[in-house]
Every structure is written in C-alpha cells, then in structure tokens.
C-alpha cells in the first residue's frame, strides 16, 4: 500500500508564511510527478505548483513568485513554501504523487488534505 500525507497548514494572517509538507510511504517504486492543489469552498480543485522527477517546476499564475515548490527524493517528501499569503489564497490543500509501486502499477494518489486559512 502507498499513502500520501500531508502537514503544516493553519491560520495566518495576509502577509504572512506557511510551509506544507507532504510524504509519501508504503510499497514505493518510484515518486513521478507531484504537485499540490487546492479547493476553496464553492470552486473547483486547482493546481498550484507540481515538480518532476528531474526537478521541473510549474506553478499557476496566481501563485508564481511568492510559492516555491521543491523536493527532497530521498525522503519522498514534497514541500511548498508560501510566501506573501492572501485571503483568496484560503483553501484546502491537496497533496498529488504519480507513484509507481513495487508491483509496478503507476497510479495518482492524493492525501487528505490541510486547511490553509488567512485572515485579512
């Protein structure tokens, strides 16, 4: 079995900083693709940032120079650092891997998620 869990949201105020955390354990293969993005209330799921596997980046617009998505492979840990928070920036954050397992099935797996609420 593969899990993906995520950590580190809460409550800031606009201006301020968050790191998320998200590791992924179990029968891993190998850790493609990951990314985080994230649901406000009444709006559809978006992406906010993803990173290769070789360390490519991309990030949505709304978010581009004050997030920073990055990874560290050895404990298949992706990271977002949030800078410069706004209230629109309120949302759950999802935590997405493209795993391939020992069985060497590949498939998406996502975590629970991790409320991020910033306060004007």
């Known amino acids: 079995q593969v899990q993906v869990l995520e950590s580190g949201g809460g409550l800031v105020q606009a201006g301020g900083s968050l790191r998320l955390s998200c590791v992924a354990s179990g029968s891993i293969f190998a850790i493609n693709a990951m990314g985080w993005h994230r649901q406000a209330p009444g709006k559809q799921r978006e992406l906010v940032a993803g990173?290769?596997?070789?360390?490519?980046?991309d990030y949505a617009d709304s978010v581009k120079g004050r997030f920073t998505i990055f990874r560290a492979n050895a404990k298949n840990t992706v990271y977002l650092r949030m800078n410069s928070l706004k209230p629109e920036d309120t949302a759950v954050y999802y935590c997405?891997?493209?795993?391939?397992?020992?069985?060497?099935?590949?498939?998406?797996?996502w975590g629970q998620g991790t409320q991020v609420t910033v306060s004007s």
């Open positions: 997405n891997a493209d795993i391939t397992d020992t069985s060497r099935t590949r498939r998406d797996y």
């Open positions: 990173i290769s596997s070789d360390g490519r980046f």
